[in-house]
């Protein structure tokens, strides 16, 4: 299997587990707004934070690879790309399984009493993990050894194909969050908040749009501007919307997390804390670390030339 096609499947991986995660993150978001969400215990509200923080981390794991694809790769297959979109996954299975098992068990306690949804989720997590770190015992350890290196220069359709996908991969997290922001203006628990809390999800619902049309745009422009031809040109045009996107997203991210994190805890310190804190995470994640790898290759560069 060539680099470029390794390199696809890659992609194509991390989106399927997206497009698991955001039923999960839409789900966290819009929980606290239903109406029986206050019949909870203080034990379940507390779960389900510790959810919503799970799946943050979750969607913060899965969009670092296409970040650090885009600014750090330069859109090139490489091998150390596929190595770090492994690791990734390795990390990112763990807490998908115990956000999916808490879930679960939150879930099961609510329709056939507490001891039915401790082991419910507790096997639930138990079987995710194991169908997720399974393979690992399957391993051979030695690859795919006639995996080509990076010398191997990555044609111009197979990079266009990679962004098109990596944008394909960070929609889905835009799109769990923007129907939830649009689904909860119309619930009674949306209505209770306080006026700063409406205004600051309005923010959020503007940041979240403004970052779906741009992960759209590029398809619409190579459409529209070139036929769906592979120019060199649109490449870069949509590696700039895909990287812009990210930014609002993260942001809208952090906002609506102060919302809701305030609307459960009641505990306006604790939200700006937990809002900083995820807009530090997806920032970081997503352009601190790979604009500093970017800078940090540059000038390795330089000196192995001296």
């Known amino acids: 299997m060539s680099l470029v096609d390794k390199t696809k499947t890659a992609l194509d991986e991390l989106r399927m587990l997206m497009l698991g995660a955001q039923i999960l993150l839409g789900f966290q978001f819009q929980a606290p707004f239903q109406n029986a969400f206050s019949e909870l215990s203080f034990l379940e509200q507390g779960v389900e934070v510790i959810v919503l923080c799970l799946m943050v981390v979750v969607i913060a794991l899965l969009i670092t690879p296409s970040a650090r694809h885009r600014i750090v790769e330069q859109g090139e297959a490489t091998p150390t790309f596929n190595d770090f979109v492994t690791r990734v996954f390795l990390l990112t299975l763990a807490p998908f399984a115990l956000a999916l098992g808490l879930d679960l068990g939150v879930a099961m306690t609510r329709g056939a009493g507490i001891s039915v949804g401790i082991v419910a989720g507790m096997i639930g997590c138990l079987v995710a993990l194991g169908m997720w770190y399974g393979p690992i015992l399957l391993r051979d350890g030695n690859g795919d050894a006639t995996m080509a290196t990076s010398d191997e220069k990555t044609p111009t359709a197979a990079k266009i194909d990679y962004v098109l996908t990596e944008a394909r991969v960070v929609l889905p ?6 129907g939830f922001q649009l689904a909860i203006v ?3 628990g949306f209505a209770e908040l306080a006026a700063p809390a409406k205004a600051l999800h309005c923010l959020a619902l503007g940041l979240v749009a403004l970052a779906t049309m741009l992960l759209v745009t590029p398809a619409a422009y190579h459409r529209i501007v070139y036929g769906g031809a592979d ?3 649109f490449y870069d045009v949509a590696t700039r919307f895909v990287l812009v ?16 994190i305030g609307k459960v805890t009641k505990n306006p310190n604790f939200a700006n804390a937990t ?6 995470v997806l920032l970081g994640f997503w352009h601190v670390w790979p604009w500093w790898e970017h800078i940090r290759r540059d000038v390795r560069g330089r000196d192995d030339k001296l």
């Open 173 to 178: 997290g835009a799109q769990a969050l923007l």
């Open 186 to 188: 119309l619930t009674n």
């Open 231 to 233: 120019v060199a040109e």
């Open 245 to 260: 996107a990210t930014v609002f997203l993260a942001l809208g991210l952090a906002a609506d997390i102060h919302v809701v």
């Open 275 to 280: 809002a900083a804190a995820t807009a530090l």
